[in-house]
């Protein structure tokens, strides 16, 4: 091995520390030499080792009776009966989205994919969660439609149907959008393929797409915080090939129906070097590879750049010694590159030839599991204190209730999403019982009478004035959007996307953001099998809002027993479960009309909010409503709206009468409060409604009646004339919601 | 009936067609490797939708070119049933087994909608379970359905009453406005001059189960049921 | 031998693709831009020293896969 | 003037499209044709006779819009 001297420049390019330096040299014995010096700076990054976050993300519960694999392998899985799991997961590609955005949200769909297969399950859905700055910014634009068709361009190609997500707009996202995918996989549950390296002698075998120069270094970019320089520096950019990942996929599935296989990993983040010591270091084993037969795209590569780089499609897998015959030829059917690269050894160490000769030499565990360790310090910023104070007598309450209506459903955060949701295609593979643009989305189970419904949730803005309040909502939120469809929430994934970890405010925030996870999860009894943490999500020291994005899995007994939001028939009769109460603070209301992102987010109860969803769910499964739909960003009146617009065949009025009890007008139509939800139900079914909710100890109103061509909502009997209520023709309100986004794009 | 689904590298659609010939409505389904051979004893061959060869250069264009091309030709050109749909529509248009080429959508996006499409040639071996002039709503899945030929071709086809879906509205008209990709006449399916090559880009196999809320698209692979002589109460009907 | 091929859209058919890019052009104000043409541009390594095989491959391989001369015509240089 | 311009990917960039098209040409009997390419080929009318002033703005229209620079380079000729 050649000798290296190591520097102080050396080092920090390689974003290790000076204790980090010390540790590697303890560990090794010597000096490390440039291999791997590249491969602990891989691993040991924030991205593979989670370091700043490991400690307190063991806080959050992940065991229950479904659980059959929770955080730690390629994705989570629940058990959802008839002998399946549901088997996912959400990540972030947030970093390389800015850098080149159709590309960045294209491999980014290409990872989870692989995350989600490599167990051995078939992906069936796919979600995002997107966050980009005001859409008045031209590179904003430039972003949106770029992440957009980079996602519709891989999942579309695979033929995973991308079946929900969501999108919020706020400046703070300007400089660092995010991008946050979540898949979804079907898998037998005695037929689930773990990431390790069992069976000494085995052969390493690498399949996939060839090695070539991209992304070297991609998970210590991951790692960083952006300024001005780094977007300059422009690292060379991953390109993803969806054809390939298809043959990937579809000869993965084919090995793993056999059982030759004893172990699979893709190669994600940190490349050949995660894959290799990550199998190795959960089996206790060690491997062993020959760089010389790694499948190369560029002549010259040397054993740092073939160990370093995140080139795409590409998968390690440990086979049954002697079966490798069987295997290649899968893969050659496929038309993959295929090569056995190495055995598992017992040494514990990953050991790296070229041509026969040692250019690297590290215990696996110390790179996969013996990464540096924080417990970074953590306090409130200065200014939490003025964010939360609202006053609310400073602000006047609503005159024209009509045009706030009106401007909140042209917020692009709150408008329809059809622009984002028709470039995906959202059918493939025929189970989309509920497409995009209903609470939640609805897949039915083939070969059972069972069907998923899936959700991705976070209000970023309630995270930052109150971290753990905002991320209980989030979990809430997520089960809410499952409950109006009449699913029981049975599994969470998450992408906890925060600010620079050094700074002891983002410390802050997470810490408490992993509390509010926390106790919401234990409330609704719902585990937490998998997930992801992106942390340095700051740009010229200004970091985002605290981002922790949910996925929930929730379970529908029977297919037929579901819901989606808009109203259904003339004549149904208005309900509202729930309690309003005066919650404006953080509010997209106080947002978008006066200018403000302040106060304290809404209140939630969490037992309130478990007996309004399980009323809902068993409403729903007893066939008893027309519709389901929560009320979230733009509280009660935004609802209303989307209920009336946003159904598939065509819209509907609805004449709504309200009383204010003490409450602004403004908190009463706009406020939004949590753990509500609005049904509309048959006439001839609305005293049983009403008996199904007060013996769940959930307040249920009767609060108007679906028909017309107008949505009227008034307030304590007033008229147009008072100037406060709502009189919009469906037309008008549904025009306003539905080209919000694509006015705002028009723009170029 | 005995249906070969073709699986071409990169067909995402195939195991949805084999699903609704197989387990909705009873038949029998070979899914065939595109670089096999036609086995004997088809009844019909589904060239399913997709991204073959990840639709790189052209759509169609490489998939054309796969060893069981050939036989699919073969079986055509003996008369008997080729339903190409969506990226099979294209892969027939690419393999000269229909007239015409697809253009990038005019939006030039991906396009995943509700459609309609008016029936205009309810006699043909994939329709005659439809009225003709009936509008069926289906859904769409592509960024290249943007349907051209030259203009003797077009004359052709349409003195032929090849043309046997057309987007439209809910109603029935043949609109600009309901044509959603720019295709030349509001094009949605055209058949061969033998009458037993269908190509077709909206995707009946996405709309027809009641589970899915529509069963519109059903009434195409019925028609086939019924060309091939058996009726609905014949054919093993599993209610889904 | 190198071949420079381009394949570009046969004079009188529709490009969707240059009108969008004509039209971006427009608004980004690029007004006196037009008549925006879109084609492929593929560059192929050929193993062949005789330049009439090399020159009669290219041309087989343009008819055969890299243009649909139905909407396309092609032109190429061998170097 | 009109404007011709090739854009490419940036060397050592997958080329997913090229790659494919390479596979079909040898499984089409081209085994000696390799290292495909593929890039985009447009070209543009630039209503303006000032030469240096066309120029740049075609260098421009490439910049902002005609080619990815992250992943991408061009050249163009005016003629
Ligand atoms: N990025 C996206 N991709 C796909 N679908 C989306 C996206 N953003 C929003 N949607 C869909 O639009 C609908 C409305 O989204 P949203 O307003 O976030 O709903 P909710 O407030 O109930 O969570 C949902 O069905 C959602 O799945
Ligand atoms: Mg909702």
Redesign the interface.
Known sequence: MKSLVITQALLEQHKLSEDEYKKILEILGREPNWTELGMFSAMWSEHCSYKSSRIHLKKLPTTGPRVVQGPGENAGAVDIGDGLCAVFKMESHNHPSF??P??GAATGVGGILRDIFTMGARPIALLNSLRFGGLDNANTRHLLKGVV?GI??YG????VPTVGGEIVFNDIYALNPLVNVFCLGIARKDKIFLGKAAGVGNPVIYFG?KT???GIHGATMASDSFDEEAAQK?P?????????E??LLEACLELMSGDCLVGIQDMGAAGLTSSACEMASREGTGVELELADVPR??PGMTPYEIMLSE??ERMLMVAKAGREGEVIKICRK??LDVAVIGRVTDTGKVVLKENGHIVAEIPAKALADDGPRYDRPSSPPAYQEMLQALNHDTLPDVKDANAALLALLDSPTIASKRWV??????????N??VRPGSDAAVL?V?GTNKALALSVDCNGRYCLLNPYEGAKIAIAECARNLACSGAEPIGVTDCLNFGNPQRPEVMWQFVLAIEGLKDACEALKVPIVSGNVSLYNETNDLSIYPTPMIGMVGLIEE??RTATQWFKQAGDVIVLLGRTREDLGGTEYLKVLHHREQGSPPLLNLEDEQAVQACTIRLIREGLVQSAHDCSDGGLAVALAECCVSG?DGRVGAVVELQLDGLRRDALLFGESQSRIVLSVKQEQVEKVLEVAMNAGVRASRIGTVGGSRLVIRVNGDQRAAGCTIDLDVTTVHERWALAIPRALGQ? | MNIGVVVFPGSNCDHDCEYIFKDVLGQSVKMIWHKDTLPAGLDAVVLPGGFSYGDYLRTGAIARFSPVMGGVKEFAREGRLVIGICNGFQILLEAGLLPGVMLRNTSLNFICKDVYVKVENAATRFTNRCESGQVLKIPIAHADGNYYTDPVTLAGVKANAQVIFRYCTADGKVTAEANPNGSLDNIAGIMNADGNVLGMMPHPERSAETVLGNEDGRLIFLSMLSAFGKSEQQSRLVGV | MKAKIHVTLKQGILDPQGKAIEHALDSLGFQNAGNVRVGKYMEVDVNETDRAKADAQVKQMCEKLLANTVIEEYRYELG
Not at chain 1, 236 to 244: A, E, H
């Open positions: 850098i080149e159709y590309q068709s519709a361009g579309n190609c695979m033929g797409s070539g120069r991209d422009r060379t950019v991953q390109v993803g090939d969806p054809f390939t298809k043959l795209r560029e080139s795409q496929w038309d949701y028709e470039q995906y295609d959202h059918m493939v593979r025929t989309t019982m039915r083939k297919a037929d598939t170029d």
